[in-house]
């Protein structure tokens, strides 16, 4: 019914910059609330950054000044620019889609993306 696809990940040296880009699509009829999510091996899936229609943003302290989050409503797409990377923000991040209406059903659904990895070494 929903599909997300990210794309933008790779290798990168600490200090330098990424954005990671992710699209929503199908019988989409509203997204309340956007994000992204990251899961470094050992460790459990965090919360990196989202963003609700309505604009409001939050994100995890440890990007806080380095990572912005950009939503647009019309093309169901968010972006995660990241910069000063450091080695610790080596993981595979997710795209999440929450509180979705689905076209022809009753309820409110969550999608996750397949991920993308992001590694930050010299």
């Known amino acids: 019914q929903v599909q997300l696809v990210e794309s933008g990940g790779g290798l990168v040296q600490p200090g330098g910059s990424l954005r990671l880009s992710c699209v929503a699509s199908g019988s989409i009829s509203s997204i309340s609330v956007m994000g992204w999510y990251r899961q470094a091996p050992g460790k459990e899936r965090e919360m990196v950054a989202t963003?609700?229609?309505?604009?409001?943003?939050n994100y995890a302290d440890s990007v806080k000044g380095r990572f912005t989050i950009f939503r647009d409503n019309a093309k169901n797409t968010v972006s995660l620019q990241m910069n000063s990377l450091k080695p610790e923000d080596t993981a595979v991040y997710y795209c999440?889609?929450?509180?979705?209406?689905?076209?022809?059903?009753?309820?409110?659904?969550?999608?996750w993306g397949q991920g993308t990895q992001v590694t930050v070494s010299s």
């Open positions: 999440k889609t929450e509180r979705v209406r689905v076209i022809g059903t009753t309820g409110l659904y969550a999608y």
């Open positions: 963003v609700t229609s309505g604009g409001a943003k």
